[in-house]
């Protein structure tokens, strides 16, 4: 329920301002921001929010493509050294930006380990500066509005990766930004509304006057309030969609590709999931068939618009004979993993399919796990210092590409590979494919490694379901599910 005096800021302004009422957006989220950083971010929400409110060399269209923004042109030499050369821009205070914004936050991600600092490994010197090793970064801002980046080696997909939000340049003070809209209040676990910022260098893109943002963690919740007419818009990753929704409005929801999936991951590093037969056996063990609300059953571990292989893993005579290996290797019987515990978000889908693995682990192998359900702050910390046993986790690509996804497990210390498995072969084709010819034929060696290996159990892959007001025209997301609110158009009444 909305607090009394903002909600009586808000009708006063509707009335005052009949236009800006008709170009308002309401949606929802699942969860209240980690950050607003550029630097500091990585989950889903904060980076939607971040690609609102800052702008890139770079930005990610509805094509699967990447458009210059902040970039007004771009030089390539070698395929390794990057020039480019911004236009006239300011932050939201009037203020220009510079190249040398995007020195300092680029460089202050790598020296600082930000959470997305493997993303700029590509660069000359990156890893090693990440890694206390010294160098000097390949970035430099030659002017104002010239950025210098060297590369390690040729990367095919570097371009794509200047529009991933970890990009976007942060300020020094944040209170200030780039993007189309820059936030007007912001109450923790309640709302967030956004306006449009008045010096973003393109105008002419953002049709929207305003953005409310409800903060409502229940779903069921987040639906009555569509259903009322007090959201226009709610699902992907963003807001979750109940069960319920599929029976009760079937023919309004409109489904987002998404490169991304929901996965068992197993933490390789401690007793008893070290055992490849144990992780075999409990992810041959899993019924994909039963996924509901349009996801699909994964027979890949990528997502398919990234994968070139195809497996049955719903196999519970296999999932059996892994498991009697695995217990004859760990010389332990089925009581000594009464102990097991499976961690999930806390969100209805989570939740359910946490209590579907329970149900089957405990029918086709006998062993009772048991679950514990976590804040998806608290989840999200316990899957990066690899504090479970097995957790239920996502991923969602980050560029196109499926190097987006597999260089998570190129390192075991990576931040993102949860499961903190390594593989001197798989690490070796990944490496290979930065220069080789046959590149994806590289990529899809190195997946069938991680098939065979299976750190992470792929349950389904992404196809989100959303519902949309009639107020809405137009809706664009990308192919990896971003969803570009900014481009939203209302219908004027």
């Known amino acids: 329920m909305k607090v009394f005096f903002m909600s009586l800021l808000l009708l006063i302004g509707c009335a005052s301002n009949p236009q800006l009422a008709k170009k308002r957006l309401h949606l929802s989220f699942y969860t209240h921001p980690t950050s607003l950083d550029p630097r500091k971010a990585s ?3 904060s980076s939607t929010l971040i690609c609102m409110m800052y702008e890139g060399l770079t930005r990610c269209t509805s094509h699967g493509c990447v458009e210059q923004a902040l970039a007004k042109s771009v030089e390539v030499k070698d395929d390794i050294f990057y020039l480019f050369h911004l236009r006239d821009a300011e932050w939201s205070d009037g203020t220009p930006i510079t190249a040398y914004d995007f020195e300092r936050s680029w460089k202050e991600i790598i020296l600082e380990k930000g959470p997305c600092a493997f993303l700029f490994y590509p660069i000359k010197n990156a890893e090693k500066c990440a890694r206390g090793e010294g160098g000097e970064v390949g970035i430099k801002a030659l002017d104002a509005h010239t950025l210098a980046v060297e590369l390690e080696r040729p990367t095919p997909y570097f371009y794509a990766l200047t529009a991933f ?3 976007l340049a942060a300020p020094e003070d944040l209170s200030k930004v780039s993007g189309p809209f820059q936030i007007e209040a912001m109450h923790t676990n ?3 509304v956004l306006k449009k910022n008045k010096r973003y260098w393109n105008p002419d893109m953002v049709k929207l006057n305003e953005i409310q943002i409800s903060i409502v963690a229940d779903e069921s919740t987040a639906l009555q309030m569509f259903e009322r007419g007090e959201l226009d818009w709610m699902g992907g990753s963003l807001s979750p969609l109940p069960v319920d929704a599929f029976e009760k409005l079937r023919h309004q929801i409109q489904m987002i590709p998404s490169a991304a999936s929901t996965f068992c991951a197993f933490n390789t590093k401690q007793f008893p999931f070290d055992n490849k037969h144990l992780r075999q056996a409990f992810s041959y063990a899993i019924q994909r068939t039963d996924m509901q609300g349009g996801q699909i059953p994964a027979h890949s571990i990528l997502p398919p618009a990234f994968s070139q292989h195809s497996f049955d893993w719903d196999d519970p005579v296999l999932a059996l004979i892994h498991f009697e290996k695995a217990l004859e290797e ?3 019987d089925r009581k000594d993993l009464e102990s ?3 961690y999930y978000r806390s969100t209805e889908a989570d939740k359910r399919l946490a209590q579907m693995l329970q149900k089957r682990w405990k029918e086709l192998l006998g062993v009772a796990v048991r679950l514990e359900q976590l804040e998806p702050k608290v989840h999200a910390q316990k899957l990066q210092a690899k504090d479970y046993q097995m957790a239920v986790a996502f991923w969602i690509a980050q ?5 987006s996804l597999l260089d998570r497990f190129k390192h075991a210390d990576h931040l993102k590979n949860y499961s903190g498995w390594e593989n001197r072969d798989f690490t070796s084709l990944l490496t290979q494919s930065a220069t080789a010819r046959g590149r994806y034929e590289l990529l899809a060696s190195a997946e069938k490694i991680l098939c065979e290996e299976m750190p992470i159990a792929p349950i389904y892959h992404w196809s989100s379901p959303s519902l949309c007001s009639p107020r ?4 664009e997301t990308s192919p990896c599910g971003a969803v570009l ?6 219908i004027e009444p």
Do not use: G
């Open 472 to 475: 809405i025209q137009k809706v």
């Open 399 to 403: 560029f196109e590409d499926p190097i």
């Open 165 to 167: 939000p970890s990009f």
């Open 485 to 490: 609110f900014e481009r939203f158009e209302l």
């Open 330 to 332: 760990l010389r332990i």
């Open 190 to 192: 309640h709302e967030i």
């Open 43 to 45: 989950d889903f929400v």
């Open 340 to 342: 097991l515990t499976l």
